[in-house]
């Protein structure tokens, strides 16, 4: 008789944990990005009563009895499709079709490895693309996450801008106040002693001044050795023969002589940001130089299961096990338009891995280095630079929630007749037991 009571409370507590789950959805009905959960019922464990049989020449077969204790919750599942579109600022982005933004640390930068494509899955997932420029140049979104992406790290002799396969947080360029000559317009080279030019180059306000000089992030080998680096992404120089270049922000040198040190230049001054909604590529202009640059383009992570991704809260997700792999794409077939750099550093058209085309840019590749560079070749297929197949962006609004109140109302009301009638299972067993007790007397 007890058995009818033990599986009630299975049914009372698989019905709270549905209630927990529409409460969620109703609490999130007006969160942007959020994405609507169901819970999927099973029916619990069994005892066997009295097993079947197949029959005989002279008799029939018979069927299995059992007795069920229950039910439980099997799954709760995540609906990532897509809703509507509210109306934002004009950087907020939202992605329409498959897809997350790929936010974290900006030390995340540092872990990522091409050469072990789970080390993406570091960064955190969100469909929510609520994006500013910060104090410090970067792109955050609201809860301060930087936004990652392709940085610009220079322009070519075609005026194309140079695009670095790495994958980095999205920052403006650096500024620089430097000695320009006035009628070439060509930048003074300052004399490392006293840190001014030099006396051939003439007198202030008349044969040059200061100007603003745009800076572009500079690729640094970050192994042991001197380092280097090759402001404006235009290649050349050599260095020891590890493989950990990454991108780093042009610096400024302070003082002269051997106490001379260097530190980070401020961020550009910029205005008029767009984001072009087919690539992804953020530009903007420059209030010092009134230039138009481009910042870089956004990346977005394409996982094998976008349903399986888990929650970690604040709207991100993280591509952990029953997503499958995680992958880097840029929209719009750009990656195949862009002008990049490949391992010797030249200009070339075309981004084919990520992290990928200048992992031996400062390698020498003479005999007796240790290990051989890292080509395009040696990298494995998952850290191939995809396509964003027909996702696109659609800026200056955010994604709006996929849940329906109505049917979540629904949902509500059958869940509460359940635990109702669960309940009065309960109630009858009680009784029943209670008679049971009471025949004595």
Not at 143 to 149: D, K
Not at 216 to 228: F, I, L, M, R, S
Not at 265 to 278: Q, W
């Amino acid at each position: 008789m007890t058995g009818s009571m033990y599986a009630s409370i299975g049914g009372l507590k698989a019905h709270m944990q549905k209630l927990s789950v529409i409460g969620n959805n109703v609490a999130n009905v007006n969160t942007q990005g959020y994405k609507h959960q169901r819970t999927v019922f099973r029916d619990s464990v069994y005892s066997m009563y009295r097993s079947g049989s197949d029959g005989t020449q002279v008799v029939g077969g018979k069927n299995p009895s059992q007795l069920g204790y229950g039910s439980m919750v099997a799954s709760i599942d995540l609906d990532m499709s897509s809703a509507t579109y509210n109306p934002g600022n004009p950087t907020d982005c939202a992605i329409v079709g498959d897809g997350f933004f790929l936010v974290g640390d900006k030390d995340v930068a540092q872990v990522i490895d091409p050469t072990n494509p789970n080390s993406f899955k570091s960064l955190n997932l969100s469909r929510v693309g609520d994006f500013h420029q910060d104090a410090n140049g970067y792109f955050v979104d609201g809860y301060g996450q930087c936004v990652y992406g392709f940085l610009c790290v220079g322009v070519s002799a075609d005026g194309e801008p140079i695009i670095s396969d790495q994958l980095v947080p999205i920052r403006a360029p650096r500024m620089e106040n430097v000695p320009v000559n006035i009628k070439t317009g060509q930048e003074i080279k300052v004399d490392d002693t006293t840190g001014k030019p030099p006396a051939a180059a003439g007198t202030e306000g008349v044969d040059w001044e200061y100007r603003n000089v745009v800076r572009w992030p500079q690729y640094k080998n970050e192994g042991a050795g001197d380092g280097g680096n090759n402001g404006g992404g235009a290649g050349g120089g050599t260095t020891n023969t590890t493989t950990n270049i990454k991108l780093q922000d042009a610096v400024k040198k302070v003082g002269t002589g051997d106490t001379a040190t260097t530190e980070p230049l401020p961020p550009a001054s910029i205005d008029g940001i767009t984001i072009d909604e087919k690539t992804g590529c953020i530009s903007a202009r420059t209030k010092d130089t009134k230039e138009d640059i481009v910042i870089g383009y956004l990346a977005i992570g394409n996982v094998t299961n976008p349903n399986g991704v888990s929650h970690i809260g604040n709207s991100y997700y993280t591509a952990s096990a029953g997503a499958g792999d995680l992958n880097i794409t840029m929209l719009g077939g750009a990656a195949k338009e862009v002008t990049t750099l490949d391992a010797q550093g030249n200009e070339v058209v075309g981004m084919h891995y990520v992290n990928g085309s200048i992992q031996s840019l400062y390698r020498e590749e003479n005999e007796g280095n240790q290990g051989d560079p890292v080509s395009e070749n040696d990298l494995p297929e998952e850290s191939r630079l995809n396509s964003g197949g027909a996702t696109t962006l659609m800026t200056g609004f955010l994604e709006a929630p996929n849940v329906d109140l109505a049917t979540e109302i629904s949902e509500l009301i059958t869940t509460q007749r359940g635990y109702q009638a669960n309940t009065r299972i309960i109630t009858v067993t009680d009784s029943m037991l209670e008679e049971l007790v009471n025949m004595k007397r």
